[in-house]
C-alpha cells in the first residue's frame, strides 16, 4: 500500500531553513522563517507567560479533556481581544484550534461542507500553507491582484476590479493585518470599499488574523477585522495567538464563525464541534488557558501589551533602521516601502535569482520571492544586509 503513496513537494520554507542549517559560514543571516527573534536572536518566552505557566504549576489539579470546542473562557477572552463588541458574543461561535494553521483548516472545511460549489479568493501573493491547504482539499482558488512589485504597495484597484468576479457564496480570504509576505496593507477607507464589495457580490470574508498587535497596535489591528465583522452577514475569523504571546510550539488558534443573524449560532456552533472531533477530537488546552489567564487578568495582561508593544516598536524601529541605510548607500528613497510596511515581513520584490546571490555570496537567507523576515535582524546585521541588497544591484 505505502508504495502507492506518491512524493510531495518539500516546503520551501522549511527546506531554507535547513539549507541554513548546514551553512558553515560564520556571519550567515537567517530572514526566512516566519518567528519574532530579539536583538540576541532568541525567540524569548514572553515574561507574562512565564508567569502565567508559574500559576497554571501551581493551580491546575488534572489533565482531562475539556470540551470540543475547547475551554469556553478562552473563547470568550478571544472574541473580546478580536472584536472588542463590535458583534454581539450571541453572534459567535468559537473553537479552539491548534494555532492559525488549524483555524484556517478548518474554516475551510467548513465552507466545503456549507458550499461545495464556493470559489476561494486568495491574494496574489499569500501565505503559501493556504494554497497549500485548499489543493489538498481540492477547493477552486481564484487569484486576486495584490502586491504591486514596482511601487511595493497593493495594487488595490486592480484588488478591486478582480473581486468584483466573486459571485454569492464564494469565499474572500484576507489578511487582517502585516500581511504575509508582502507587509503591504489596506488602510481603513479601502477596507471600507473591499466590504462594499463583499456587499454587493454576496461574497463571503474569511480573515486571517496571524498578527494582531504587531503591527500599528493591538486595537489599530483590529480594526479592519470589527469592520468587516460588523458589516457583512456573515464571516469567519482564523487568529492565532503563536505570534503575539510568543507561543508558538504550543499550537494555540481559534476559528470564529460571525452572522448577524444570531439564530445561525448554534448550528455553525455545532458545526464547529463536529469539525474538531472528525480533526482531532479536543484541541490543545496548555496554550489557550495560559492565554485566558493573561487576559484575565488585569496585571497579568497590562505585562503583556507592555511586551507587546515593545516587539511591535522594535520591528518599526528596525524596518526605519534598514530604510535608512538603503537609502544612504544607494542615493535613493525606492526603498522606503519598508520602513511603511507593518508586520514581521516585506518583500523587496526582486527575483529569484538575486535572493539565490544573497545567499551565495553573502550568506543571506531569505524565501525565493524575496521575502524577509524583520525581525531576524538585528542594530548589527541591518548594516549588513542594507550593503548586500545594494552590492547585488537590488
Avoid at 70 to 94: C, I, Q, S, T
Avoid at 152 to 162: K, T, W, Y
Avoid at 236 to 262: H, P, W
Avoid at 375 to 389: C, D, E, F, R, Y
Wanted: with cysteine; proline share 5%.
Amino acid at each position: 500500500m505505502f508504495s502507492n503513496l506518491k512524493t510531495h513537494p518539500a516546503d520551501k520554507i522549511l527546506a531554507l531553513m535547513q539549507l541554513y542549517k548546514d551553512d558553515p559560514r560564520p556571519n550567515k543571516i537567517d530572514l526566512g522563517v516566519g518567528v519574532y527573534k530579539d536583538a540576541t536572536g532568541l525567540t524569548p518566552v514572553m515574561r507574562a507567560v512565564k508567569a502565567a505557566e508559574k500559576q497554571l504549576w501551581e493551580q491546575e489539579t488534572t489533565k482531562t479533556y475539556v470540551a470540543l470546542a475547547g475551554d469556553p473562557g478562552f473563547a470568550d477572552a478571544m472574541v473580546d481581544m478580536v472584536l472588542a463588541g463590535a458583534v454581539a458574543r450571541e453572534n459567535v461561535a468559537a473553537a479552539a484550534t491548534p494555532g492559525g494553521t488549524g483555524a484556517c483548516r478548518q474554516a475551510f472545511e467548513m465552507v466545503k461542507m456549507a458550499n461545495p460549489d464556493a470559489r476561494i479568493f486568495v491574494s496574489n501573493p499569500t501565505w503559501p500553507n493556504h494554497l497549500s491547504i485548499l489543493k489538498h482539499l481540492n477547493m477552486p482558488v481564484v487569484e486576486y491582484r495584490y502586491f504591486d512589485a514596482e511601487s511595493r504597495g497593493v495594487d488595490f484597484e486592480g484588488m478591486l476590479a478582480d473581486l468584483q468576479q466573486v459571485k454569492a457564496g464564494d469565499v474572500v480570504l484576507l489578511h487582517g493585518c502585516c500581511h504575509n509576505p508582502t507587509g503591504a496593507n489596506l488602510n481603513l477607507t479601502q477596507w471600507q470599499a473591499v466590504v462594499d464589495v463583499l456587499l454587493k457580490t454576496g461574497g463571503v470574508p474569511m480573515i486571517d488574523l496571524a498578527y494582531q498587535g504587531f503591527g500599528d497596535g493591538l486595537d489599530e489591528d483590529a480594526a479592519a477585522t470589527r469592520l468587516v465583522a460588523s458589516s457583512v452577514p456573515e464571516c469567519l475569523i482564523a487568529a492565532s495567538c503563536s505570534k503575539n504571546f510568543g507561543i508558538y510550539r504550543e499550537r494555540t488558534g481559534i476559528l470564529m464563525a460571525v452572522a448577524q443573524d444570531k439564530g445561525l449560532r448554534t448550528l455553525t456552533q455545532g458545526t464547529l464541534n463536529y469539525l474538531n472531533r472528525q480533526n482531532y477530537s479536543f484541541p490543545p488546552d496548555h496554550g489557550a488557558r495560559l492565554v485566558t489567564m493573561i487576559l484575565n487578568d488585569p496585571k497579568l495582561r497590562t505585562e503583556w501589551a507592555t511586551e507587546l508593544e515593545e516587539v511591535r516598536l522594535s520591528m518599526l524601529n528596525l524596518r526605519q533602521q534598514m530604510a535608512d541605510e538603503l537609502q544612504r548607500l544607494s542615493g535613493s528613497d525606492r526603498f522606503g516601502f519598508i520602513a511603511q510596511h507593518r508586520g514581521m515581513f516585506s518583500r523587496l520584490g526582486t527575483t529569484p535569482e538575486m535572493v539565490e546571490r544573497l545567499r551565495a555570496e553573502h550568506a543571506i537567507y531569505m524565501v525565493g520571492d524575496s521575502r524577509l523576515n524583520i525581525a531576524g535582524l538585528n542594530s548589527t546585521t541591518v548594516p549588513i544586509l542594507a550593503k548586500a541588497i545594494v552590492d547585488t544591484g537590488i
